[in-house]
Nanobody, 117 residues
Framework: QVQLVESGGGLVQAGGSLRLSCTVS????????MAWFRQAPEKEREFVAR????????YAGDSVKGRFTISRDNAKNAVYLQMNSLKPEDTAVYYC??????????WGQGTQVTVSS
């Protein structure tokens, strides 16, 4: 069984930064593409960024491109989301997901990010 645990969320002022972490249990972490999603109140879950299993390839959604950076450390079974220049509209619960063959196989429980104006 694969378990994902996010951390690092909190309250930050607009223009500030946060770094989210997602640690993954199990020995198969390096097999998975990892992704971050977010969901604001009364909105659908939105894709944020993903990183290939080796870490050699990343992709970010248009709303965060140039401000958020995804990375991973396969030795630590962890994926990170560095969020800079935060805006109030970035306020959401952030989830990490483990993907294989384009499908989200496992999800974390989420971590709240609140950006005040």
């Amino acid at each position: 069984q694969v378990q994902l645990v996010e951390s690092g969320g909190g309250l930050v002022q607009a223009g500030g930064s946060l770094r989210l972490s997602c640690t993954v249990s199990g020995r198969t972490f390096s097999r998975y593409t990892m992704a971050w999603f977010r969901q604001a109140p009364e909105k659908e879950r939105e894709f944020v960024a993903r990183i290939s299993n080796s870490g050699s390839s990343t992709y970010a959604g248009d709303s965060v491109k140039g401000r958020f950076t995804i990375s991973r450390d396969n030795a630590k079974n962890a994926v990170y989301l560095q969020m800079n220049s935060l805006k109030p509209e970035d306020t959401a619960v952030y989830y990490c997901a483990a993907q294989r063959f384009g499908q989200n196989e496992y999800w974390g429980q989420g971590t709240q990010v609140t950006v005040s104006s």
